[in-house]
C-alpha cells in the first residue's frame, strides 16, 4: 500500500475520503512478529477479533492454537499499537 510499510500480521485502514492507507493494527508491536492473522472482526466497543494462522503464546494466556480466536483490546492503536489480549473461544 503506499507509503505503508506492513507485514502480514497488520491490518490496514483506508480512508475513502482522501484515498489513504494507514496502519490500524500493528501486529508485530504486540507480539504477533512471525504469525499471520488470517481473520478478524472489528467490534462495536473497538477491540478485535483475531484468527491466527498458526500456534501462538501470549504472556497473559496459554498458546493458542491456530483454530481458536481471541480477542485484542487496544489501549494504542495504529503505527504503536499497544494493548491486551483476551481469550475468545477455545
Known amino acids: 500500500m503506499s507509503?505503508?510499510?506492513?507485514?502480514?500480521?497488520d491490518i490496514l485502514a483506508?480512508?475513502?475520503?482522501?484515498?489513504?492507507?494507514?496502519?490500524?493494527f500493528d501486529g508485530s508491536d504486540v507480539g504477533l512478529g512471525g504469525t499471520?492473522?488470517?481473520a478478524f472482526a472489528i467490534q462495536p466497543d473497538g477491540?478485535?477479533?483475531?484468527?491466527?494462522?498458526?500456534?501462538?503464546?501470549f504472556a497473559n494466556l496459554v498458546t493458542?492454537?491456530?483454530?481458536?480466536?481471541?480477542?485484542?483490546?487496544p489501549t494504542s492503536p495504529g503505527?504503536?499499537?499497544?494493548?491486551?489480549f483476551e481469550w475468545y473461544f477455545d
Open 3 to 9: 507509503g505503508v510499510s506492513f507485514a502480514d500480521e
Open 14 to 24: 483506508y480512508d475513502t475520503t482522501i484515498g489513504t492507507w494507514s496502519m490500524f
Open 36 to 38: 499471520d492473522v488470517d
Open 47 to 57: 477491540s478485535l477479533l483475531l484468527s491466527l494462522d498458526s500456534a501462538t503464546s
Open 64 to 73: 493458542v492454537d491456530d483454530s481458536d480466536l481471541v480477542r485484542f483490546v
Open 79 to 84: 503505527d504503536f499499537t499497544s494493548g491486551t
